[in-house]
């Protein structure tokens, strides 16, 4: 059963911009915050951003400044608003709940199914 469900991913220009968004169908959220991967063909699995229940954010190097991770518990719903796209972004990107501690993620096992970003340069 699929808990998080990924949607707004698409094909577009460098230097565009795409806004992902991840809505957290679980009943029961184990876990103190949310964070994105992404996936590109060949390549290992890389965390993206993440965001804590108490509004912290953190962010790869490669998208510090391009990227931005937001949630709105009312909603239940984790966001990623990715400007000035490079082709280098582009992989399938996940959505996955997790925990925070001494500074470090630790996921937990809930994934989306993936949502497929293509730049092309």
């Known amino acids: 059963q699929v808990r998080l469900v990924e949607s707004g991913g698409g094909l577009v220009q460098a230097g565009g911009s795409l806004r992902l968004s991840c809505l957290d169908q679980?009943?029961?959220?184990?876990?103190?915050?949310m964070a994105w991967y992404r996936q590109a063909p060949g390549k290992q699995r890389e965390l993206v951003a993440l965001?804590?229940?108490?509004?912290?954010?953190k962010y790869v190097d490669s998208v510090k400044g391009r990227f931005t991770i937001s949630s709105d518990n009312a909603k239940n719903t984790v966001a990623l608003q990715m400007n000035n796209l490079k082709s280098e972004d582009t992989a399938v990107y996940y959505c996955n709940a997790g925990t925070t501690y001494s500074g470090s993620y630790y996921a937990l096992d809930f994934w989306g199914q993936g949502t497929q970003v293509t730049v092309s340069s």
């Open positions: 965001i804590a229940n108490s509004g912290m954010t």
């Open positions: 679980r009943t029961v959220r184990s876990g103190n915050a």
